[in-house]
């Protein structure tokens, strides 16, 4: 059997034009879920929420979660959509463990809101996505393999059903085609998930926290010659992070460029995207619409939004990211390329809750995207989950500024904060990692360092006070960097006038 060559990413962008699209899931942060009065709380023990209604039990009627329409229609709005004035839910029938009515209860061919776009900007570049539909449903329940050492059916011994999220309300964002976009796509993929979850964080209607599942990306690739028609896609699912968006579009480039060139042909079908390997593996065909053979749902009426209270809820949006981030900018005082640094590092609502916990810009800033964005590309993390909080490095700030702490003592107190040892102070006080500023306690190792190095001893006497640096920098060593550099030159210049 002959094995696939794999070309570089290069060679792939450069023979092929990939085309994107993205389905972007977003559990709604409601009180109760979608048709009942379950509640929606994460992590409570399994199959302690849910009632005859989620569970599909015969003869439980649903009734519709007016909050869930409402943050519905907010999220369409802030996606420039067009509302509809009349639509219906329905039912997509299927058949997996964790639907447990065997059909979930959706929109179908009347959407809430449809015909949208979001701008997101790629080395001073725009590039707008269009968005095809935003609809309503529920999310499913969770399956459990346990047993294996995957986590995946494969190898398992057993499997577990948790329908607590079963009846959630879940948005689904389906954008159009994106092609034209060469070897950007990955990141034009990982900008626009980015730019979709500040969007709806800013309307309060999600936490959108995708390591919790309640910000999920299926991400859709295909590849054609130029000039040609577009290629088969392939759908990677549940994708759960940003930075696994752009590597899963990068991987299946690649992998479909390599395919190609053997001659060989894509199948439609869904893939499962691999953390530890970057590749992705291949799940089942893709089901068409008619699969799930829609039909309108019986026991729900029709949703007929107000005009008037859509132009109300439009009025009342709040301001968008972008919008935000041109303001803060110019707050911060920093450049267009530099804030695009930041909003491509997911930054920028940590550095804004840093200032507002009392930093400085320039030091809020400093170390998001200095030692924390480091320490996430090397662990493969989120910088929001890298263990840092804003307050924290708030905190690591100020006793920077008060001159408790310099740069380098800064850092390895930090490593500590990462590390899950405490609040700065703590970590300072538990490493002894204060600044040394007391005169008496430094005046020794001024002395030590002058008796070390006469020949700069006798320079500085000279009046090359230049050469202090050399004997500052002794004394640094010999206190592993904890004496505070300002009070030693001062010391050695006025024991050498």
Not at 36 to 63: I, K, R, Y
Not at 208 to 223: K, P
Not at 430 to 436: K, N, P, Q, S
Not at 460 to 479: C, D, H, P, Q, S
Request: with cysteine; hydrophobic share 40%.
């Amino acid at each position: 059997m002959s094995t696939t060559v794999l070309p570089s990413y290069e060679d792939a962008t450069a023979r092929y034009e990939p085309v994107i699209g993205l389905e972007t899931h977003v559990e709604l942060g409601t009180n109760t879920k979608m048709f009942c009065g379950c509640p929606t709380e994460f992590g409570a023990e399994p199959n302690t929420q849910v009632c005859p209604v989620c569970l599909g039990l015969p003869g439980a009627l649903p009734v519709a979660n007016r909050a869930g329409i409402e943050a519905t229609i907010r999220i369409g709005l802030a996606l420039n959509c067009d509302i509809a004035s009349w639509c219906r839910m329905a039912r997509k029938n299927y058949f997996y463990p964790d639907m447990p009515k065997n059909f979930q209860t959706s929109q179908y061919d009347e959407p809430l809101c449809t015909d949208g776009y979001v701008d997101v900007d790629i080395d001073g570049e725009t590039v707008r996505i269009g968005i095809e539909r935003v609809h309503l449903e529920e999310d499913t329940g969770k399956t459990l393999h346990v047993g294996g050492a995957t986590g995946r059916i494969h190898g398992a011994t057993e499997s577990l059903v948790d329908y607590n999220r079963a009846g959630i309300p879940l948005v689904e964002i389906v954008t159009k085609p994106v092609p034209g976009i060469g070897a950007k796509a990955p990141e034009v993929a990982r900008a626009y998930v980015t730019e979709l979850r500040d969007i709806i964080r800013s309307l309060g209607v999600s936490d959108v926290r995708m390591e919790q599942g309640s910000l999920r990306c299926d991400v859709n690739t295909s590849l054609n010659k130029p000039g040609e028609e577009w290629g088969t896609r392939t759908e990677t699912k549940n994708v759960n992070s940003l930075r696994s968006v752009e590597r899963a579009v990068r991987s299946e480039i690649i992998r479909q460029a390599g395919l190609l060139d053997d001659g060989g042909r894509i199948i439609q079908e869904t893939r499962h995207f691999q953390e530890d390997t970057g590749d992705t593996r291949p799940g089942r065909s893709k089901e068409e619409a008619t699969d799930y053979r829609y039909f309108p749902e019986p026991d729900l009426v029709p949703i007929a939004p107000d005009p008037a209270w859509v132009a109300e809820l439009k009025a009342a949006l709040p301001e968008r990211p972008s919008a935000k981030r041109a303001r803060l900018r110019e707050d911060w005082g920093i450049s267009e390329l530099d804030m695009q640094s930041v909003a491509n590092a997911g930054a920028v609502e940590l550095i804004e809750e840093t200032i507002a916990a009392g930093a400085n810009p320039a030091g809020a800033r400093k170390w998001w995207m200095g030692e924390l964005a480091r320490r996430a590309n090397e662990t493969g993390v989120d910088l929001a989950e890298v263990g840092a909080t804003p307050a924290q490095v708030a905190q690591l700030q100020a006793l920077v500024d008060e001159g408790k702490l310099n740069d380098k003592l800064a850092r390895a107190v930090l490593e500590g904060v990462v590390a899950g040892e405490g609040d700065p102070a703590e970590v300072m006080s538990a490493r002894g990692l204060g600044v040394v500023s007391d005169t008496g306690a430094l005046q020794t190792a001024v002395d030590e360092a002058i008796a070390a190095n006469p020949d700069i001893a006798d320079k500085i006497r000279e009046g090359k006070v230049a050469a202090a640096g050399a004997l500052v920098g002794a004394v640094m060593k010999a206190t592993r960097g904890q004496a505070d550099a300002k009070t030693v030159r001062e010391l050695i210049l006025a024991r050498l006038s």
